[in-house]
């Protein structure tokens, strides 16, 4: 295609990953007030961490767990927020694929099939870090909620409380696709085993340093994706240390292969017959 043609094709591909996002968006917004098929409404969920705390921890004006409103209006730019980001994740298929349907042409056969798996997998390793922060965030509220003891109670605002909880689902799902990013730079020979495990203790350290940072200050929540981290950590070297023996086996057979000796085909004594024969035949014949 000509560059306005492609221009032409990455309005349409964003024009419908856009739309999709906006339909889940819709979605998100009227589940966050509604029950859905039996299930708790979204702001059940996500207020659900902070419920999980002492009764003695947290502000109930009204006898129910309740969030604070401080601005006008602060409600409805949550409830949008929220649902939008629900409506990216659960319409996360929909927008991958017109992002890939816009590459695919220009990536060969097995490109394509790698990249397919890698987007996949990727998907699930994001839901997954998503839902152990989900369980990891109410043990961080109620140990950094327990500093004071009886002199304070917990009475966050809808807007910080919100904004930490869809923080600490991002920072998971973002650090569970290490493994996906060591295994694709592998397989790019771009890192090999033998240097990512002489790395190790290195790896380990940073791991934990990072997980200190992106984590709010508590010692459940860092350790919890610390030691995830490192559990990730050596299943991608497995795996790197297979694609490695792989490659190492495919060069030793090319290695050993005499590009001088003759075919199958060409010492076969049918084929030399057959060959004889039509040399004689031309001879003649000439």
């Not at 994740?89 to 927008?95: G, Q």
């Not at 017959?273 to 014949?285: F, N, R």
Request: hydrophobic fraction near 50%; charge should be negative; glycine fraction near 10%.
């Amino acid at each position: 295609m000509s560059l306005v043609e492609h221009l032409y094709e990455l309005r349409y591909r964003l024009g419908v990953a856009l739309l999709a996002v906006v339909i889940g968006g819709i979605f998100g917004f009227w589940w966050f007030s509604h029950r859905l098929f039996g299930l708790p409404s979204l702001g059940d969920l996500m207020t659900g961490p902070y419920c999980a705390l002492p009764d003695t921890m947290r502000l109930e004006p009204n006898g129910e767990c309740q969030l604070m409103q401080t601005r006008p209006f602060e409600v409805f730019l949550l409830q949008l927020k929220v649902g939008f980001s629900l409506g990216a994740v659960l319409l996360s298929p929909v927008w991958l694929y017109q992002f890939w349907a816009f590459i695919a042409p220009g990536l060969h056969k097995g490109e394509r099939v790698f990249a397919r798996v890698f987007v996949g997998i990727g998907s699930v390793l994001f839901a997954v870090g998503a839902v152990l922060a989900y369980f990891v965030v109410p043990k961080g509220l109620t140990f950094m909620a327990g500093f004071g003891g009886d002199q304070f109670f917990t009475a966050l605002t809808g807007g910080e409380y919100i904004n930490f909880v869809l923080l600490m689902l991002l920072f998971f799902g973002i650090s569970f696709e290490l493994p996906l990013v060591m295994v694709m730079l592998n397989r790019a020979d771009v890192v090999s085993y033998a240097k990512l495990r002489s790395w190790w203790r290195g790896s380990v350290f940073a791991l934990f340093i990072f997980a200190a940072v992106v984590t709010p200050q508590d010692p459940i929540s860092m350790l919890v994706l610390g030691l995830s981290l490192c559990v990730l950590y050596g299943i991608a070297l497995l795996i790197c240390r297979a694609q490695d023996r792989s490659k190492e086996r495919r060069r030793a057979a090319e290695q050993t292969e005499d590009p001088d000796q003759p075919s199958e085909v060409d010492t076969r004594p049918s084929a030399l017959h057959t060959t004889g024969g039509s040399a004689g035949g031309d001879d003649e014949a000439t």
